[in-house]
């Protein structure tokens, strides 16, 4: 992959051997600067990635320089060789364990994808309609928190004010979760024995669905490497181990929300990049077309409704994104400005939607997300198409049936 621009290593001391290797690599050229300088250096290098190694000494720098990348348009990744403390929101943790360039030279590669994916993104906007979602991308990220033990509690209540938490007790639960949902990052706590930890982390290695995926592992020595370019080991204290995962979390959820928002250009702009299901507008559009094909032609359709407490819009937010994951290629969605999510079951009976909707609202009744564990348990309803139908009044009495079954 050929990248634009250079890498900076930002250093106080001399250049560690693993950092030649990246010469090798073809990840070049790699241009040197001291932590006084490195503000001043990215302006006048303009590189692609930006390394540093943490010396005693660069403390007093490292705010303004983390402050001036996150700045920067496109991505700029910051990697942060070997940190004792907590690192700024955009400072990827790196431990050189033992100076294995290999690890290095994938973790660089995966953050310059976003970079490029970034650029991509930037480059075919003005082609359509699409807004950039705004914020920070961690806020609508999704993280599989899996441990026993004492830790647990408390490390889930830390991740739970950055970021939305899926709880696992047991490896089998997680691989469960792995499965239906959009993850941006794995915490695997304390619980496990060494072999049940390897196996987990060769299985993740051996999917190419979760090769990118962050995963931390906090509670014990790696022995070996793995084919997962952003594993990391990060032990200590929850609050440290929140702060010094999420940068990783944080670069895959723009990740995700980047491969969202090009679809959405793909797709002229009828997609939603946050959650991955159609605007309001193209639903609207699509599914009164639906229904006069529908009435047309015969056969069958059917509509449910998954509305959820209005104070908590990550659970609208976190449905939408599991939805857009598992619903079939032939049904489409959207969440509705009153806070549900509507799906529209092509060529479907009621019983089978029916049977659908409860599968769907089970896998959402699993996440809690935040402080306060807010469960997302939907209200759903269910109704089907008949003759004497419209699209207007199918939704009106989906709306109607779902107060019904709240109150």
């Not at 998954?306 to 976190?318: E, I, Y």
């Not at 009744?365 to 089907?384: F, I, L, W």
């Not at 709306?399 to 019904?404: G, I, L, P, V």
């Amino acid at each position: 992959m050929s990248q634009a621009g250079p890498i900076l290593f930002v250093s106080n001391a001399e250049r560690p051997p693993f950092i030649a290797a990246l010469d090798e690599a073809r990840l070049f050229p790699v241009v040197d600067t001291d932590w006084a300088g490195a503000a001043h250096a990215v302006e006048q290098v303009q590189p692609a990635a930006v390394l540093a190694a943490m010396h005693p000494g660069h403390e007093p720098h490292l705010a303004p320089l983390a402050r001036k990348i996150a700045g920067q348009s496109p991505y700029l990744p910051f990697v942060a060789l070997d940190a004792a403390g907590m690192l700024p929101h955009n400072a990827l943790p790196f431990s050189s364990r033992g100076g294995n360039s290999d690890r290095l030279i994938a973790r660089l590669r995966a953050a310059l994808r976003v970079r490029t994916l970034h650029a991509t993104v930037l480059r075919r906007l003005p082609e359509v309609t699409v807004a950039l979602p705004e914020g920070d991308p961690a806020r609508d990220a999704s993280v599989l928190l899996i441990g026993r033990g004492a830790a647990y509690p408390a490390l889930s209540v830390t991740l739970g004010e950055r970021v939305g938490v899926v709880g696992a007790l047991s490896i089998e639960a997680a691989a469960k979760h792995l499965n239906t949902r959009d993850l941006d990052g794995v915490v695997l706590a304390e619980g496990f024995t060494p072999r049940v930890t390897d196996a987990f982390l060769t299985v993740l290695a051996e999917d190419t669905r979760f090769r990118t995926l962050p995963v931390i592992v906090t509670a014990h020595q790696l022995t070996q490497t793995y084919d997962l370019p952003n594993l990391e080991l990060i032990p200590g204290e929850p609050a440290k181990i929140a702060a010094n995962a999420l940068p990783l979390i944080r670069q895959h959820a723009m990740e995700a929300q980047l491969s969202r928002t090009l679809r959405s250009i793909d797709a002229g702009g009828w997609l939603d990049p946050r959650s991955g299901l159609l605007t309001v507008e193209a639903f609207a559009s699509d599914f009164a077309k639906a229904v006069e094909q529908t009435l047309a032609r015969g056969g069958g359709l059917s509509v449910a409704r998954f509305a959820f407490d209005p104070g908590n819009s990550r659970a609208q937010l976190d449905a939408a994104r599991i939805l857009s994951r598992l619903m079939r290629q032939m049904d489409f969605g959207a969440a509705q400005k009153d806070g549900s999510v509507i799906v529209v079951f092509a060529e479907t009976d009621f019983r089978t939607a029916h049977m659908i909707a409860r599968r769907l609202s089970a896998v959402m009744r699993h996440t809690s997300n935040g402080k306060h564990e807010m469960r997302s348990d939907p209200v759903v309803s269910v109704d089907a198409l008949s003759p004497s139908d419209t699209a207007r009044s199918l939704l009106a009495r989906l709306s109607a049936d779902a107060s019904r079954a709240a109150s």
